[in-house]
């Protein structure tokens, strides 16, 4: 691919616009396309004040911004996407929607246009299914905020021609952000490993083991994760958290790990959507208050480790069924949403046969396939 590409952004949400300024500072010409002026208005001013910010902080030059103002072309016709060498398509998470789209772009830009997806856990062979070459569609999956995330899966399809996805890393890279190759299924690493962190935290507090606070005090303080894992879903919203839970419940086939809580619909169902309406587990209205947690270290432990237990579990599992490298699992979850360490570097720490053991306890507690353990772990038991 040539690193010199014309990038088209079909989308100028918070993600198109911050794809939008990260390929304009690395040196692109972007056309960013939304179908509603408005939209592209604010997008215009937003991205503006951004690079302007980062003037100020010293991060850029003034010239440098100018320049990568002057790089940013907003268009409400797609066809001023011709041209394009790269299309990168970040609206909403809907499969069909996505599919129509790149369908009627696939008729505007030229035969060598590669068409990139931002999907965060659709399907990338159902939307390149919907292209006369299907084998120019890829997934690329950026995270929010994209200025600030490294971490950039990119995610072939089964008709995506061999080396493409190779191609797009190297573009990705001279962005300055990490790229990761994942196979196309359910939550491609980050969103598929990463859901323990939610839902076995629920499921704590819903057996009433300990509340949302002291949950959140065990990850952070004990653990060394930025945000617990409630404070976390207060900070994206209920909503997308939930819908993405949901959606990769039903993609497994309904698999019971990936099955969404009670406690978190009915927060959706009641509109307590975390910090954007002011209420989710916590309060966030002028008065409110944060609850203390209990700071009881050896409860702490035990929540610590059980819920980074399911997250190496399903590490493992991810190893154990190709969905990527461990050193690219190792990547996403360390520079895509920040975790202190590497989950197979932790599984190591703790030893293999104490995470096997403590798998299998849960699941001797339970008995539900929630609490399987992955072969793959038992397998390295087996060989220490």
Known sequence: MNIDTRIGIVGSGAMGSGIAQVAALAGHEVCLYDNNPKALRRAKEKLEYFLQRLVEKGSLTEAEANNANGRIHYEDSRYALQKCGLLIEAVIEELDVKKRLFEEFEDIVDDHCVLATNTSSLSI???????????????????????????????????????????????????????????????FIVNRVARPFYGE???????????????????????????????????????????????????????????????????????????????????????????????????????????????????????????ASREDLELAMTQGVNYPKGLFAWAEEKGYAHCVDSMDALYDMYREDRYRCSPWLRKQKGNA
């Open 125 to 187: 062979a159902g939307i390149a299914a919907a292209c006369k070459k299907p084998e120019r569609v890829l997934g690329m999956h950026f995270f929010n905020p994209a200025p600030l995330m490294k971490l950039v899966e990119v995610i072939p399809a089964v008709q995506t021609e061999s080396g493409l996805a190779e191609q797009l890393c190297d573009l990705i890279r001279s962005w300055g952000k990490t790229p990761v190759i994942a196979k196309d299924t359910p939550g």
């Open 201 to 323: 935290a629920i499921r704590i507090l819903e057996e009433g083991i300990a509340d949302a606070a002291t949950i959140d005090w065990a990850m952070t303080e004990l653990g060394g994760f930025k945000m617990g894992p409630f404070a976390l879903m207060d900070y994206i919203g209920h909503d997308v958290n939930y819908a993405v839970t949901e959606s990769v419940f039903q993609a497994f086939f309904y698999d019971p790990r990936y099955r969404p809580s009670f406690t978190q619909k009915r927060l959706v169902e009641a509109g307590f959507l975390g910090r954007k309406t002011g209420r989710g587990f916590y309060r966030y209205d002028e008065n409110a208050q944060l609850p203390e947690p209990v700071k009881d270290t050896e409860l702490g432990e035990k929540i610590l480790w059980r819920i980074v237990l399911m997250l190496i579990n399903e590490a493992a599992d991810a190893l154990y069924l190709n969905i």
